[in-house]
């Protein structure tokens, strides 16, 4: 299980705010930036090696200008296109075994609001044969289907066969039963009859046995269970309600080990093996004091032994307890200094190299060990120049309170680092981690435009550990605004920007930040950017028409974490930016997804209107076929030109 399943609580919003400048200052303007290099679709996706090592897979644009889904075998050097779904993008694959692929997909050429994507579905490599494991959500409601199931990958069997392991929700929308698929005949069978209770996540042993799962009790209680073999009945090992601290499965080793993360007794997710015996935990298989790994396992595919660890805090790389994957690592290393450089192989002596770094958007190589030669395959973007990209830089500063809090600080290439103007960028959960050390186009188009921009990982934020999740709760409209300030004004302290010349940006939770700084604090702020923005924290539990308003995470956990729209309707009312709408002065610009289902459009639809009868400038657009967020490359094109126009107006970077 992928340790950011037990992280996993709200998917939510984004931030944007501003305030008008003298007619003198309105005439400067920043030199005009495309937009298109940065955002449009990369040419190459997702290169993976197989089993073997004898195949590359990638996604890449087809002749039909859908993306589809590719092989090469390394020998001959000649790609194939093996699978396209007609009216459909590929999105994510994975090898099953150097035979078999399987994929998912999605309609690029649609709206996010219009994405009836999803389904499974198996290819042979040499693209004889497409199987439909599972149906799209248009295919399924296009044969008559009222109640979709989906099929969600858990893994691959590893033993050469063409086997995968499903999480299938036939039975229960929110607790899911798994399964066991032979992608070349569609054959599938029930692995978990005897499952302990509702599980949230199940986890497979190397052999192929289901071995440990997780089971939750309306989003506020859970419990993980483990056993020693097929047979055995299963052992509750842990158990925690929100607050406590938590054990939960990640993997098991080669020896039939269960690899777990906890952070009982400690701030931050850690990995262990689990002790067995003594029904506790055992060794440390890893440990960082001011992140939560959460980066994944690496195991040999020769003999499925754990071998190294991914790891993601400051900056990405990987723990090797191999020598052999070591050396290799160092020698990439060494050629690729500029990057962090992913390593993975198949049971050849080759290896797959990703590359990447906040400059550089991503690039393969291959490695052949035996050979000690770097080979160059192609680049994810070549219209990004690295050499022209700003560096993004890890900082931590502490709150007024005296927590830390970790961000990201973007400046714009050849400027002097010196009274600049801020872009505070906040990020959508917010309950997630947000922001990661890699290539991010808003940054780096913001930074074009001459701003600094300020990414905090603000209290509520995860993947730094419990104390900074936990600080969060309860504190929209509160701490978690005042992080943002601390951020704003620990810079200005320094002398790097301008405290007068600030703006204020985000999605989803990110646009109800914007809006509700431009109303708590509208002094600070000269201008605000929110899209797909929550406006009121009431309506997250009103507005039926939301994809999670019935969800069991809405009905209970979020009362604690969020809010009791009962017990604490003064509170929510008193963070409420539609509540407070009158408070506003800075111009802002607002934009949503006419088919947003997470945030609906009548947020922003009434915060609109609450501003115009203030007389509070407002800049609007809905993007009709767009969800929350913008998947088509014309509308992510226009809404950042919409950026670049409003900041010109009203937070010149060039005054």
């Not at 190589?365 to 990209?389: H, N, Q, S, V």
Request: net charge neutral.
């Amino acid at each position: 299980m992928p340790l950011r399943h037990a992280f996993s609580v709200l998917r939510s919003c984004v931030l944007l705010f501003a305030v008008a400048m003298s007619p003198l200052a309105l005439a400067a303007a920043a030199p005009a930036v495309d937009p298109t290099p940065y955002f449009a679709h990369a040419k190459y996706k997702s290169v993976s090696i197989s089993p073997s090592g004898k195949y590359l897979a990638g996604l890449t644009t087809a002749s039909n200008g859908r993306l589809g889904l590719a092989v090469m075998a390394l020998d001959t050097r000649e790609p194939k296109v093996v699978a396209i779904v007609d009216g459909y993008d590929i999105g994510g694959y994975t090898w099953v075994n150097d035979d078999y692929l399987v994929f998912s997909v999605y309609d690029g050429q649609a709206g996010l609001g219009e994405q009836r994507g999803g389904g499974l579905f198996a290819v042979d490599r040499d693209g004889k044969e497409v199987r439909m494991l599972s149906p799209t959500v248009k295919m399924a409601f296009s044969a008559g289907v009222l109640r979709y199931h989906g099929m969600r990958l858990l893994g691959v069997a590893h033993d050469g066969s063409p086997e995968i392991f499903v999480a299938v929700n036939d039975h229960d929308r929110e607790h899911p039963d798994a399964y066991r698929v032979n992608v070349a005949t569609g054959r599938r069978t029930l692995e978990s009859l005897d499952k302990p209770g509702a599980v949230d996540d199940y986890v497979f042993d190397q052999k192929g046995v289901l071995r440990a799962v997780v089971t939750d009790e309306n989003a506020v209680a859970f419990r993980t269970w483990w056993r020693p073999s097929a047979d055995a009945k299963w052992e509750a090992i842990d158990q925690a309600g929100l607050r406590d601290g938590r054990t939960v499965p990640v993997a098991f080793d080669a020896d039939g080990t269960l690899i777990v993360a906890s952070n009982r007794g400690r701030d931050t997710f850690a990995l262990y093996r689990w002790d067995a015996q003594k029904k506790a935990l055992g060794e440390s298989v890893a440990a960082y004091p001011r992140a939560d790994f959460e980066g994944g396992l690496v195991f040999d595919p020769r003999t499925r032994k754990l071998v190294g660890m991914r790891y993601d805090v400051e900056k990405a790389g990987t723990v090797w307890f191999d020598d052999e994957y070591a050396r290799a690592q160092a020698a990439v290393d060494k050629a690729l200094p500029d990057t962090v450089n992913f390593i993975s192989r198949g049971t050849a002596d080759v290896y797959l190299v990703t590359a990447f770094s906040d400059r550089q958007p991503g690039q393969w190589y291959l490695l052949d060990a035996t050979k000690g030669k770097l080979e160059f395959l192609g680049d994810a973007r070549k219209a990004i120049d690295p050499a022209k990209m700003p560096a993004r830089k890890a900082v931590r500063y502490k709150a007024r309170d005296g927590l830390e809090i970790p961000a990201f600080l973007t400046l714009p290439p050849g400027r002097t680092a010196k009274n600049l103007p801020l872009i505070v960028l906040v990020h959508g959960g917010p309950n997630v981690r947000g922001v990661y050390w890699d290539w991010n186009p808003e940054a780096a188009y913001l930074a074009a435009l001459g701003y600094a921009v300020l990414e905090p990982e603000f209290r509520g934020s995860m993947g730094w550990g419990t104390k900074l999740f936990q600080a969060g709760w309860k504190q929209w409209g509160r701490g978690m605004q005042d992080d943002l300030n601390d951020g704003m004004d620990w810079l200005a302290g320094q002398g790097i920007v301008d405290a007068k010349r600030a703006c204020i940006m985000g999605a989803s939770y990110g646009g109800y930040a914007v809006m509700e700084g431009l109303a708590r604090d509208p002094d600070r702020w000269r201008c605000g950017i929110n899209y797909v923005g929550v406006t009121d924290i009431e309506m997250m539990f009103t507005v039926t028409w939301s994809d999670f308003s019935d969800s069991t995470y809405l009905k209970y956990a979020a009362k604690e974490i969020l809010g009791d729209p009962d017990k604490d309707a003064a509170m929510l009312k008193e963070v409420s930016p539609l509540q407070n709408a009158a408070k506003i002065k800075a111009p802002v610009l607002m934009v949503y997804g006419g088919s947003d289902v997470r945030v609906p459009v009548v947020h922003g639809e009434k915060m609109r209107d609450a501003l115009k009868a203030n007389g509070t400038p407002v800049e609007w657009t809905v993007y009709p076929e767009e969800g929350h967020g913008f998947l088509l490359e014309k509308n992510s094109f226009d809404f950042y030109r919409q950026v670049q126009d409003f900041l010109g107006r009203y937070l010149p970077a060039y005054p």
